[in-house]
């Protein structure tokens, strides 16, 4: 169903009547208004586009022209269906085209007006109620929507089988999408991967799967690549700081920032700073930005090398002093300096 657009020589605010149309469907349950809103939502994705992936044939983005296809309609007035997407649809940065109401549920696709929704009919009354010309037409058409355009819970629910639990969040670290699949998704893990890289590129660039619960005493995970490269070394940002990590030999946990933010408003300028189990320094890096000096221990020397680089890479390399020893010594080492009161921190 469409009514013409401003300056298509009709009184109708296109904007104001597609609103008050999706919503008046929307109460009835019977469109799907996020199909809608996409599809009238050029300019958006164009930009993102502009700023991020390349763009794909003759200035059309992959995901551009994956909106919708159309690949078939039944009707004999071809012209109808030729302006679907817009006559300009991807050269202007607005959408300008007339607007559509897709009435997406297959139940209705060979119904006449007498047996469409109700809102519908009132739509097409009211309107001819009004203009000697009706300004709305009830078309047929099929759409096609290609992988691109469905979100990842909407592809998974469509591949695995019925009943599975769509494994749709995910943790992030750095350019890295970290699953946690149940047993029951294992004989899918590399499909599911797929659908994640797919659906999160190109910020995400590898898809693992936590393979054991962590045993070791540096509390490195071991992990599966499903999908993507293969390298777990990775840039992270965490409250507006930038780490270096290898996921493959160091401990990180993202989900541990709020709790690094509480530790660090207990500290003041005059503290001095000993962080035992440092890893590769979220919390010895924050401090030494607000406290007189930071002691940074670790027992994983691999954790030690990345506590270094990072603590390079934000020049407090003086501020840090780090260590790579078993904690009690290092408490015994720092205690036998006579620092006063020092902080430690287990955890
Ligand atoms: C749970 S992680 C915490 C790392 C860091 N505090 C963070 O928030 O990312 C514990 C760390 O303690 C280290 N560790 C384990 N046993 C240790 C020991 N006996 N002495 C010193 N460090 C140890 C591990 O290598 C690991 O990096």
């Given at each position: 169903i469409y009514g013409k657009a401003e300056g298509d020589g009709e009184l109708l605010n296109s904007v104001l009547y597609r609103d008050?149309?999706?919503?008046?469907?929307?109460?009835?349950?019977?469109?799907?208004?996020?199909?809608?809103?996409?599809?009238?939502?050029?300019?958006?994705?164009k930009k993102m586009m502009d700023g991020g992936e390349k763009r794909g044939v003759k200035g059309v983005g992959r995901n551009d022209m994956a909106f919708v296809e159309v690949v078939e309609c039944e009707e004999s007035d071809v012209d109808d269906f030729s302006g679907l997407l817009g006559e300009d649809f991807g050269k202007r940065p607005k959408w300008?085209?007339?607007?559509?109401?897709?009435?997406?549920?297959?139940?209705?696709?060979?119904k006449v007006l007498d047996e469409l929704p109700e809102a519908i009919k009132v739509a097409f009354q009211e309107h001819d109620g009004q203009c000697t010309r009706s300004a709305f037409e009830l078309v047929k058409c099929k759409l096609t929507l290609l992988y691109d355009y469905w979100q990842l819970n909407e592809v998974l629910e469509a591949l695995l089988p019925k009943g599975t639990t769509i494994p749709s969040a995910f943790e992030t670290v750095g350019?890295?999408?970290?699953?946690?699949?149940?047993?029951?998704?294992?004989?899918?893990?590399?499909?599911?991967?797929?659908?994640?890289?797919?659906?999160n590129r190109p910020k995400k660039k590898t898809v693992v799967n936590k393979v054991d619960a962590i045993h070791n005493d540096y509390r490195t995970m071991q992990l599966?690549?499903?999908?993507?490269?293969?390298?777990?070394?990775?840039?992270?940002?965490?409250?507006?700081?930038?780490?270096?990590?290898?996921?493959?030999?160091?401990?990180?946990?993202?989900?541990?920032a709020t709790e690094r933010q509480r530790l660090l408003s207990c500290f003041t300028y005059s503290d001095i700073v000993c962080d035992v189990f440092a890893g590769v320094g979220p919390l010895a890096i924050y401090a030494a930005k607000k406290v007189k000096h930071v002691y940074a221990n670790d027992l994983n020397p691999c954790a030690v090398e990345y506590l270094e680089r990072n603590s390079a890479l934000h020049k407090l390399d003086r501020k840090i002093e780090v260590f790579n020893m078993d904690g009690r010594r290092f408490i015994n080492i720092q205690s036998s300096y006579g620092l006063g009161s020092l902080l430690f921190r287990a955890w």
């Amino acid at each position: 169903i469409y009514g013409k657009a401003e300056g298509d020589g009709e009184l109708l605010n296109s904007v104001l009547y597609r609103d008050k149309l999706a919503r008046t469907f929307n109460s009835q349950g019977y469109v799907n208004f996020r199909n809608l809103a996409k599809i009238s939502r050029s300019k958006k994705k164009k930009k993102m586009m502009d700023g991020g992936e390349k763009r794909g044939v003759k200035g059309v983005g992959r995901n551009d022209m994956a909106f919708v296809e159309v690949v078939e309609c039944e009707e004999s007035d071809v012209d109808d269906f030729s302006g679907l997407l817009g006559e300009d649809f991807g050269k202007r940065p607005k959408w300008r085209g007339s607007t559509r109401l897709l009435l997406l549920d297959e139940q209705y696709a060979n119904k006449v007006l007498d047996e469409l929704p109700e809102a519908i009919k009132v739509a097409f009354q009211e309107h001819d109620g009004q203009c000697t010309r009706s300004a709305f037409e009830l078309v047929k058409c099929k759409l096609t929507l290609l992988y691109d355009y469905w979100q990842l819970n909407e592809v998974l629910e469509a591949l695995l089988p019925k009943g599975t639990t769509i494994p749709s969040a995910f943790e992030t670290v750095g350019h890295i999408a970290h699953l946690n699949l149940r047993d029951e998704h294992l004989q899918y893990k590399h499909l599911i991967a797929k659908v994640v890289l797919d659906k999160n590129r190109p910020k995400k660039k590898t898809v693992v799967n936590k393979v054991d619960a962590i045993h070791n005493d540096y509390r490195t995970m071991q992990l599966e690549v499903l999908a993507g490269n293969n390298s777990l070394v990775t840039t992270l940002v965490e409250n507006g700081l930038r780490f270096q990590v290898d996921l493959a030999s160091v401990y990180w946990n993202s989900r541990l920032a709020t709790e690094r933010q509480r530790l660090l408003s207990c500290f003041t300028y005059s503290d001095i700073v000993c962080d035992v189990f440092a890893g590769v320094g979220p919390l010895a890096i924050y401090a030494a930005k607000k406290v007189k000096h930071v002691y940074a221990n670790d027992l994983n020397p691999c954790a030690v090398e990345y506590l270094e680089r990072n603590s390079a890479l934000h020049k407090l390399d003086r501020k840090i002093e780090v260590f790579n020893m078993d904690g009690r010594r290092f408490i015994n080492i720092q205690s036998s300096y006579g620092l006063g009161s020092l902080l430690f921190r287990a955890w």
